[in-house]
């Protein structure tokens, strides 16, 4: 099977500063990554996804890195804002192509200081 | 509509009573899917239908029962539960079972079973 971790339950910082979120996976065959945001009381919500044929993807203010050779995953997150504190799962599909099984990692608290 | 709508929001049963949590999506996905989050865990998979059968049971108690009427519905009969499956239970939903458009999950329902 799959599992999923997350180097950090916690990461603090400075309103302005980047952050970097990191994840590892275990399933050399996992081939889609998302990155999720929950807020308190809110189903997750999708920041950014990236394919097993990629190895860096870039939204607005977010940059997903995947590498496969150590399976890491990484999200970072430019000018950090307050409203960016949340909890950060990231999660991996794992198994055949029509079972769609997506398994989280156990998550990482952001704080933003102001 | 890119939304994914469970109803109720928030569920206070005895272990004695049945009731029902819904889900439905209208953007034309053909994969549904029931997640359990435990407080300050990650999402943890319980089923998985694809194109409306079942695909995936993770070995969940027959206490609790899915169903999908149609491809836009998707239900979770409850019938006595106990007070540890008090949680957050979330629907997800994607296009297909082997494409993916980002898992959209919707806000859950907050289950407590008393």
């Known amino acids: 099977g799959e599992s999923v971790g997350l180097h950090l339950p916690t990461l603090s910082v400075q309103e302005g500063d980047n952050s970097i979120i990191n994840c590892a996976y275990s399933?050399?065959?996992?081939?889609?990554f998302i990155w999720y945001k929950q807020e308190s009381g809110k189903g997750p919500q999708f920041i950014i996804d990236?394919?097993?044929?990629?190895d860096k993807r870039q939204g607005q203010r977010v940059t997903v890195l995947l590498n496969k050779t150590v399976k890491h995953l990484s999200l970072q997150i430019a000018a950090t804002q307050p409203g960016d504190s949340a909890v950060y799962f990231c999660?991996?599909?794992?198994?055949?192509?029509?079972?769609?099984?997506?398994?989280f990692g156990q998550g990482t608290t952001l704080q933003v200081k102001p | 509509d890119t939304e994914v709508t469970q109803t109720p929001k928030h569920l206070v049963m005895g272990m004695t009573n049945k009731k029902s949590l819904k889900c439905e999506q209208h953007?034309?996905?053909?994969?549904m899917y029931w997640y359990k989050q435990k407080a300050k865990k990650p999402p943890e998979l319980m089923f998985v239908?694809?194109?409306?059968?079942?695909?995936i049971n993770e070995s969940v108690p027959s206490r609790f029962s899915p169903e999908c009427p149609n491809s836009s519905l998707l239900n979770l009969h409850l019938h006595a539960l106990q007070p540890e499956d008090s949680a957050l239970y979330l629907c997800?939903?994607?296009?297909?079972?082997?494409?993916?458009?980002?898992?959209?999950f919707g806000s859950g329902t907050r289950l407590t079973v008393v």
């Open positions: 999660a991996v599909r794992t198994g055949s192509s029509n079972t769609g099984k997506l398994i």
């Open positions: 399933n050399s065959a996992s081939d889609y």
């Open positions: 990236i394919r097993s044929n990629m």
């Open positions: 953007m034309g996905h053909r994969a």
């Open positions: 239908y694809s194109y409306e059968k079942l695909s």
């Open positions: 997800a939903s994607i296009l297909r079972s082997d494409r993916e458009y980002g898992y959209t």
